[in-house]
């Protein structure tokens, strides 16, 4: 069964312009979740959809950041207008949450961000 | 709220070693526990999770933790680690209804020649 499939890999944009990053979660799984790493902060989350619907976006820094599920197999990450300090690499990831699945957590291989 | 604390920010070791990486964890309610690695410019990959039943868990190449309630610990060891183990090792912490998955800072295992 394949994992999680995040686009694009590695992304360098320049600051001010509009970046999309993509997930599609592993197929079954009804819960998603939007991480970010960098070297000060370490993992972070962002915010958490259960069965499509966004349940906590508190991690969100600021308004330029939205998230989006449409549907249980696509979820989008939308930084608009983008800065350096967004540099990171984001993490996509999806879990079956039910009775006694103990929330085990399936990653991507992450978007690497350059704002340059 | 929960938290993690890696005791150890690097763990330098030779090839054939025997290695632990400490994880102390806070939860006011039962947990679940987890050991993630990540590779060089790769995901984090899961190695082995707690969720109830015998304390020593077994996971993927090689690793094992022990989960001690009394201690709120759950210690990563590996009795002979190889140039390959070398990557950064994440212990996470959830709890109850509690859907966050919330990560240590990170232990950097390296593995000498």
């Known amino acids: 069964d394949a994992g999680v499939i995040q686009s694009p890999r590695h992304e360098v944009t320049e600051m001010g312009q509009e970046v999309t990053l993509r997930c599609k979660p592993i197929s079954g799984h009804n819960s998603l979740f939007w991480y970010r790493q960098t070297m000060m902060r370490g993992l972070e989350l962002l915010i958490y959809?259960?069965?499509?619907?966004?349940?906590?976006d508190s991690g969100m820094p600021e308004d330029r950041f939205s998230a989006k599920m449409p549907n249980a197999s696509f979820s989008t990450l939308k930084i608009q207008p983008s800065e350096p300090r967004d540099s990171a690499v984001y993490f996509c990831?999806?879990?079956?949450?039910?009775?006694?699945?103990?929330?085990?957590?399936?990653f991507g291989e992450g978007s690497w961000l350059t704002v340059v | 709220a929960q938290s993690v604390t890696q005791l150890d920010s690097q763990v330098p070791v030779f090839e054939e070693a025997p290695v632990e990486l400490r994880c102390n964890y806070s939860s006011s309610v039962s947990v679940y526990l987890f050991w993630y690695v990540q590779y060089p410019n790769q995901g984090l990959q899961l190695l082995l999770k707690y969720l109830s039943g015998s304390t020593l868990v077994k996971g993927i190449n090689g690793f094992e933790a022990e989960f001690n309630k009394s201690q709120t610990s759950f210690h990563l060891r590996k009795p002979s680690v190889h140039i390959s183990d070398t990557a950064e090792y994440f212990c996470?912490?959830?709890?109850?209804?509690?859907?966050?998955?919330?990560f240590g800072k990170g232990t950097l295992l390296t593995v000498n020649p």
């Open positions: 996470a912490v959830s709890g109850g209804s509690n859907y966050k998955l919330t």
């Open positions: 990831a999806s879990s079956w949450r039910g009775p006694d699945s103990g929330n085990t957590i399936y």
């Open positions: 959809f259960n069965n499509n619907v966004p349940i906590d």
